[in-house]
């Protein structure tokens, strides 16, 4: 029985390279396979999106860009980690856009974890569908590695080295001053100083248990007498909170001053409730 070869139009394959952005080719045979039918095409090349993915599910994606936004009203912000293969395809438009777009539905939707935002309607189809639309198009595993939401009475955002760190900060006690230039450098300070807790007490127990077993190796390790580990132990605890806790590290731009006093000093009882910092690769 002979088998019908479809025609296929170069307009056609235009119009599926102008919903999907695959290539030329790509579109043409897609086209082909589907014997014309526009929704069949769309979807042989978000299988080909699947198969990519599928191929290079051993493949490392360290690379790619950290995408942070504020909503509207300025009390919530978002961050997302895009990953890809390449540092070439981190700066592809496609690539880019795909993360902008991804970060503007956040304004309007809650998702509890990746998975969640991965299923949201994105101009008609979910963001998953998006990431293996990609995939088809530029060849290179592409996922979202992590996503991350925080709410506060002010939040500010800010990206490092070229979107490669995303930071969000909650501040506390606002309201009533400018606090945007102080919001900003207390960004700056988390994106280069990595502290892993605002303050003393909120630093993880397993934190603190295993920074006291390190300053007790090290001091027995200068020949210290054993019942003297502990109380040295303590002591060297003060630095680690000095240098690891945000509101006690010496601000960057002021070595006199420490991140609390110059809060205090932008306005009384200013201080950061909370903060998220995400590192590509990290």
């Not at 296929?8 to 599926?16: D, H, M, R």
């Not at 526009?38 to 979807?43: D, F, G, P, T």
């Not at 990431?131 to 530029?138: E, S, T, Y």
């Amino acid at each position: 029985m002979e088998t019908t070869v479809t025609q296929i139009s170069a307009a056609e394959v235009t119009k599926l390279r102008s919903l999907t952005g695959a290539g030329m080719m790509d579109c043409k045979k897609a086209l082909t396979e589907a014997q014309g039918d526009l929704e069949k095409a769309i979807e042989f090349l978000r299988k080909k999106g699947q198969k990519v993915s599928a191929s290079r599910a051993e493949k490392e994606a360290k690379e790619g860009a950290v995408f942070t936004g504020i909503n509207s009203s300025g009390n919530e912000g978002f961050v997302i980690e895009l990953n890809c293969e390449t540092d070439f395809v981190a700066r592809n438009v496609d690539f880019i856009g795909l993360g902008k777009n991804i970060l503007s539905l956040l304004n309007h939707n809650h998702p509890k974890n990746t998975d969640e935002l991965k299923s949201l309607p994105l101009n008609g189809k979910s963001v998953n569908d998006h990431l293996f639309d990609l995939m088809a198009k530029i060849g290179e595993k592409i996922e979202i590695r992590t996503y991350r939401c925080l709410h506060g009475e002010k939040v500010v955002s800010y990206t490092h080295m070229g979107s490669k760190i995303g930071v969000l900060v909650a501040l506390k006690n606002a309201e009533g001053c400018d606090v945007s230039e102080a919001a900003k450098d207390v960004a700056m300070q988390v994106a280069a100083m990595k502290p892993v807790a605002v303050d003393k007490e909120d630093v993880r127990a397993e934190t603190l248990q295993k920074e006291l077993e390190i300053a007790k190796e090290q001091a027995r390790n200068e020949g210290k007498p054993e019942a003297m580990l502990e109380k040295i132990a303590q002591g060297r605890l003060t630095k680690f909170y000095k240098e690891a806790t945000l509101l006690n590290q010496d601000f960057v731009k002021d070595s006199s001053l420490t991140v609390r006093q110059m809060l205090e000093k932008v306005k009384k009882g200013l201080t950061v409730s909370e903060f998220v910092r995400v590192a590509l690769g990290g």
